[in-house]
């Protein structure tokens, strides 16, 4: 097959062209480094001339508007001009709607757009990646005390994990329309106390005393009560953030990686 993958240089699509590219398909990597802009639209319909499948895989936390939704409503209007049936599968966040937070709002815009647009596809929502867990639980600090936000727990999952799923999508049976997959998560969910003592024992210093703050805000109070957790009929895989962050440096980087 040959299979476009919008982010192809990215964390995730980057992953996903590689697992492809392994299983023996043509991944096709769509970025600006190949000539692929999705806020502008320039080399997007010349690059899916002739693909069977796309993987949505592209991003952006600073302008989603004009990369995950402007990219997906881009990608089914391509398709259509070009008169193809290729598979979309699109890569979303569990609990998007849930939330107004700005990248998550623009998910379910994306998935609205591809929607609209009548291609086959298929949305894949997935809980946050481990290093966005560690960020988040690498809690503001002052001296030993550190803040956690209300009871907010999270569920993180193993990008690979996530890429090799992808793949199994986009390879898989082409839908008669729009669907939603299942949603995929990590195996464990857990309270931002416990990741920012499993990162203290990584660097090997004494974790700090959390103090837990109100949620403030529709935000802030949704994550706290666990819109951003799956469905209990969620698929769990991959590796528990323990075993993630026992293949980290040490001590753990503390810059945010553009996971989506």
Excluded: C
């Excluded at 992953?15 to 600006?32: I, K, T, Y």
């Excluded at 592209?58 to 990608?75: E, F, H, L, N, T």
């Excluded at 609990?95 to 086959?120: C, F, I, M, N, W």
């Amino acid at each position: 097959m040959r299979i476009v993958v919008t982010g192809g240089s990215g964390d995730l699509g980057g992953r996903v062209v590689r697992v492809l590219r392994a299983r023996g398909h043509e991944a096709v990597s769509a970025s600006r480094r190949s000539g692929v802009d999705l806020s502008t639209g320039a080399g997007l319909e010349a690059v899916l001339d002739g693909a069977d499948a796309v993987v949505h895989a592209a991003g952006s936390y600073v302008k989603p508007q004009s990369v995950d939704v402007a990219g997906a409503r881009r990608i089914g209007e391509s398709l259509s001009r070009l008169g193809s049936a290729a598979h979309v599968v699109s890569i979303s966040i569990v609990g998007a709607d849930l939330t107004h937070y700005p990248l998550y709002r623009a998910k379910v815009d994306s998935e609205t757009a591809l929607e609209v647009a009548g291609v086959p596809a298929t949305i894949v929502r997935a809980t946050q990646f481990h290093p966005v867990a560690a960020l988040v639980g690498g809690a503001p600090r002052v001296g030993p005390v550190a803040f956690r936000l209300g009871d907010m727990r999270i569920q993180p999952v193993d990008i690979d994990w996530v890429a090799e799923r992808l793949a199994d999508h986009v390879t898989g049976p082409t839908p008669s329309g729009f669907t939603r997959a299942t949603d995929l998560a990590g195996p464990t969910a857990y309270d931002l106390s416990t990741i920012s003592a499993l990162i203290a024992a990584h660097d090997g210093r004494k974790p700090p005393r959390m103090v837990r703050v109100p949620p403030i805000g529709g935000v802030m109070r949704g994550f706290s009560e666990g819109n951003n957790l799956p469905r209990p009929d969620v698929e769990t895989g991959g590796k528990t953030f323990e075993e993630w962050l026992d293949a980290q440096p040490r001590p753990l980087p503390r810059a945010m990686h553009t996971a989506i």
